[in-house]
């Protein structure tokens, strides 16, 4: 963030991504002024800008709210960059946050259009000295708004849980639009408040070695719900959960065919205590005589008393769309965001849960056809006859589409949670590098990659146990000062020198992940969560 004079305003100006805004004195906390600006959100706001650029080249021009307008950067940003391919309204209901956007959209020599009421009453300002585009700025509260108008795009960003207006997302947003949300209420989402998380989202949680992901499951539940009572189902393009928020974009797919495909996703996880191994509740309303049997560990039979709890409910579909982080990924290298773009990366490898580190960053817009979840689907090329008019129902073809996009998940899904690799390790043992350990999951015929949401996870199809025979085989014993804490009895099928070949390809395999990852986000944003293993590594 730089900082620039101030044009005849007493009023301090950051930049970000060539946008000028005005903040007034403590800008940085929400209790304290009105136009809350928070300069560590700026990846979420590079991610969002990602997703409604992508869009953008799917049909000309889209509609997009910013509902929570506060100084109205994200707004500005995307008229600035987008310009004639996006119409932005920016909304707020505090006049004073108002007045502060009409500022900064004449600081960015954009024209404002003015509506403060409820109805058609608009009054233009401006006289647009060197630039065309117009923001329409709202005084109004974002439920009302968003009950009036219909968009291709909203974003939703409350201090606090957005939960309160899904409903009114979800009412008249356009057919395949997208609904974005950010969500910051992270004591009750990472099981620090468990009360307010049954209280908001009504599921039941605990703290458990996977809880950032278990935080995005349970706000796509809620937007499923929130969809369903609209008749819409939902696709998930986008889930991400880091340190300050939980970001999560969705597709919408209209019709009770896609709403009910969606509800059905929504499912109870069952969680052991003791080895923190997890799997989701069977599908169907019978009642299990034992329901322990579920699950694949056998610590029910070993240990006295209860030992599992039953989470959610959740989303237990797919976090990720491969094709869309692809093309967001693109639009990153476009616009020079350079915090997204490591991320975008890692996501990529998330969502096809591979260790592979070579994709093309090719323009995707190219080709006639973009794959997304294994299936084709029609770019920009050939997509002006599938995107009807605003207001009217889509074709059967498009139906037909939808479904198969939808169907088609169950096949390419990427496995569910991730184990975190410090958490299971043997007492008494060195375990190998975790690239290569993923090798060597790999090898063992499992799908695996790392996870944005742990920088010391796991994400593979690999059950607990097997997971935990292949870290034991390929960990060397401890010494300390030269001696042996002790005998250590390893699998018989060790080999001495995998021990040794593990040992000496450490650095290697550091090197090589610093060098994938420059800006250093999978190592730097989770350092807080694990500084004594980030810090060894």
């Known amino acids: 963030f730089l900082l620039v004079p101030a044009p005849k305003s007493s009023h301090e100006v950051l930049k970000e991504s060539a946008t000028d805004v005005q903040v007034l004195p ?29 869009l953008a080249e799917e049909r000309k021009p889209i509609e997009c709210l910013d509902a929570f307008g506060a100084t109205g ?44 009421k409820e109805d058609d009453n608009d009054e233009a300002m401006g006289d647009g000295e060197e630039n065309t585009d117009t923001i329409e700025v709202t005084k109004m509260d974002a439920n009302v708004i968003m009950h009036l108008r219909s968009f291709d795009f909203i974003h939703l960003d409350p201090f606090g849980t957005s939960v309160n207006y899904l409903d009114s997302a979800f009412r008249n947003v356009r057919n395949l639009g997208i609904v974005s ?15 307010v998380a049954l209280r908001h989202y009504g599921c039941n949680i605990v703290r458990t070695e996977y809880y950032k992901e278990l935080a995005a499951r349970i706000v796509i539940a809620a937007v499923t719900r929130a ?21 999560v974009v969705v597709r919408v797919l209209r019709g009770p065919s896609p709403a009910d495909d969606s509800a059905k996703k929504i499912r109870y996880l069952i969680h052991c205590q003791w080895c923190e191994e997890r799997i989701f509740q069977k599908e169907g309303n019978m009642v299990e005589e034992n329901p322990y049997q579920q699950l694949p560990c056998d ?23 491969t094709g869309f982080l692809k093309r967001m990924l693109f639009e990153a290298l476009q616009y020079g965001l350079d915090e997204a773009q490591p991320l ?15 994709f093309s960053t090719h323009s995707p817009y190219d080709e006639n056809k973009q794959e997304e979840c ?33 169907k088609s998940e169950n096949s390419a899904e990427h496995p569910a949670f991730y184990y975190n690799i410090h958490r299971h390790s043997i007492k008494g043992m060195n375990m190998p590098k975790l690239n290569k350990f993923l090798k060597y999951l790999s090898k063992a ?59 000496a390809d450490g650095k290697a395999e550091d090197a090589e992940f610093l060098e994938d990852d420059k800006s250093g986000v999978a190592a730097t944003t989770f350092a807080k969560d694990y500084p004594t293993q980030c810090a060894a590594d």
């Open 445 to 503: 015929g499992y799908r695996v990659s790392r996870t944005h949401f742990d920088p010391m996870g796991v994400r593979t199809n690999a059950p607990l146990a097997q997971f935990k025979t292949i870290l034991m085989k390929y960990s060397t014993p401890t010494y300390t000062g030269g001696q042996a804490e002790g005998p250590v009895h390893l699998a018989e099928d060790v080999q001495a020198g995998e021990q040794v070949q593990a040992a």
């Open 73 to 116: 950067i994200m707004g500005l940003q995307w008229a600035k960059h987008l310009r004639s391919s996006v119409k932005v309204t920016i909304n707020d209901c505090n006049e004073n946050s108002v007045t502060m956007i009409q500022e900064n959209c004449h600081l960015n020599k954009m024209k404002v259009k003015l509506n403060i």
């Open 227 to 247: 969809a369903a009572r609209c008749n819409k189902g939902i696709e998930v393009l986008l889930a991400v959960a880091l340190e300050h928020f939980v970001l």
């Open 181 to 195: 949300l950010t969500s910051t209420d992270i004591s009750s989402l990472y099981a620090k408040a468990q009360h």
């Open 299 to 321: 610590c029910h039979g070993s240990m006295p008393g209860k030992t599992a709890v039953v989470l959610g409910p959740l989303w237990s579909g797919a976090l990720f769309n």
């Open 344 to 358: 975008l990366k890692t996501l990529v490898y998330e969502a096809e849960c591979t260790t592979l580190k070579h």
């Open 374 to 406: 294994g299936v084709y689907i029609k770019t920009p090329n050939t997509s002006a006859e599938s995107y009807l008019l605003h207001g009217k129902r889509k074709s059967d073809e498009v139906i037909r589409n939808a479904a198969k996009r939808q």
């Open 26 to 54: 403590n800008y940085s906390t929400p209790q304290k002024t009105d136009s809350y600006f928070n300069p560590k959100m700026k990846l979420n706001r590079q991610l969002i800008f990602c997703a409604l650029a992508v």
